[in-house]
């Protein structure tokens, strides 16, 4: 067996002998953003020390867990902090819980993240809808043999974010009169934040934000068959857009500020899912 699809069953069935929760919908919380998770109608909750083999997140504010429960009727699964390709990990085991989570049930992924903002009008404390995505500059997830238990060896990226959920983002922006930058988010290995050349580098090639995380995931849901859809907080302007140093300090208290604003839109858009998901 294909060691990186052994590595994913082991915590699949070490999950189950833990709970049979059935998640319809899978959200990755950002930095900063985790707290979300304990404002669900909760049934369970599952540490990622808890579950063989799985790879643990090493960063400031990242909780590190499963909550399962209801956000209405839609039942979800949150995880409390993403694990980064930056920490040290394989990218498989970067994008394992979003295989994992798959596998759980979950037929729409949902990324969030801090990010940085690039476009023009943007400031801190904006909400980017992600409509697309440049994720060159990490490796894929999908490189080496195929797991055809997964997906296809040449999966189509070209509407990797949900055309429909998209229209779902901007009817619940506008019914809670949130305004709603949309763009293409690019994922950089980091942890180092980007230089201003970067930065122009990533303005030149198309990206409105850039982070260190979610483009791979993204990939790794696709490549499931996966409905994947995607919002940016943006916390601080990347560099070379203001004269401010970047600290990820910064980054959590520009999270805090918009959380509320961010748990509106959240909570709408799953809801608003129940129409597309078995519930």
Request: charged content about 20%; aromatic content about 6%; proline content about 5%.
């Amino acid at each position: 067996m294909n060691p990186v699809y052994e590595k994913l069953m082991k915590c699949y069935e070490s999950c189950r002998a833990k709970t049979d929760f059935k998640p319809r919908v899978a959200l990755v919380l950002g930095s900063g953003l985790g707290d979300y998770a304990e404002s669900i109608r909760v049934v369970d909750t599952l540490d990622y020390h808890d579950i063989e083999g799985f790879p643990v997140s090493t960063v400031p504010g990242h909780k590190g867990r499963f909550i399962f429960g209801y956000i209405g009727e839609v039942p979800v699964v949150c995880m409390q902090g993403r694990v980064h390709y930056y920490e040290g990990y394989d990218i498989t085991d970067v994008v394992l819980p979003t295989r994992l989570m798959k596998l759980m049930g979950a037929e729409i992924l949902f990324l969030t993240n801090a990010a940085g903002g690039i476009q023009l009008g943007m400031k801190s404390g904006s909400l980017m809808m992600i409509t697309g995505q440049i994720a060159c500059f990490v490796p894929s997830p999908l490189i080496g043999p195929n797991l055809d238990e997964l997906g296809e060896r040449f999966p189509d990226m070209s509407q990797i974010y949900d055309p429909e959920l998209q229209r779902i983002v901007r009817k619940a922006a506008a019914e809670l009169s949130i305004d709603l930058c949309e763009g293409t988010y690019l994922q950089l290995s980091g942890p180092q934040y980007e230089t201003p050349q970067e930065v122009a580098m990533c303005r030149t090639l198309g990206a409105d934000a850039v982070g260190m995380s979610t483009a791979c995931e993204a990939v790794a849901a696709k490549h499931m068959g996966m409905r994947v859809l995607g919002i940016s907080c943006v916390t601080n302007m990347a560099a070379g857009i203001q004269a401010v140093p970047l600290s990820h300090k910064e980054v959590q208290e520009a999270a805090d500020k918009v959380a509320p604003q961010f748990k509106e839109l959240v909570t709408e858009v799953i809801k608003k899912t129940a129409g597309i998901v078995s519930v």
